[in-house]
C-alpha cells in the first residue's frame, strides 16, 4: 500500500462521511459532542478532526491504548470514554470508521 495515498483518502473520506450524515440530520460539527474516529493512528485522528473543524479535545484518541484493531477500534474508543466519564448520557456522538478494503460507514447518535 502507498501510506501517503491511503492516509490521504482515509482523512477525505472520513470528512465527507462526517458531514455527510451530519447534513442528512440537519446538524453540523458544532452539534457533536464527541468525534469517536477509527483508531488507524494518531495522524489520520488529528488530520480528521482538523479538516472537520472540531478541537481535538472532542475527538476520542485511544490509539496509544489499543493501537489499530481494524473494526474493533471504534467501539473499543467509545468503551474507553464511557468508562473514564467523558461520555454522558444525552450527548451527540459521531462514529466514522474507515477500513480494510477501502470500506467506510458513520453512524451519529444521542448515547
Known sequence: MRGS???KVAV???KDIAEQILAANHMT?????????????RRILA???KRLGLPEAKMVDCVRIHGNTSAASVPLALDVAVRDGRI???DTLLLVGFGG??????VLLKY
Not at 30 to 40: G, N, T, Y
Not at 101 to 106: D, E, H, K, L, S
Request: glycine share 10%.
Open 12 to 14: 477525505t473520506t472520513l
Open 47 to 49: 488530520a480528521t478532526a
Open 29 to 41: 460539527v458544532a452539534d457533536v459532542d464527541w468525534l469517536i474516529p477509527h483508531q488507524a493512528n
Open 88 to 90: 454522558q448520557r444525552g
Open 101 to 106: 478494503g477501502f470500506t467506510w460507514g458513520a
Open 5 to 7: 495515498e491511503v492516509f
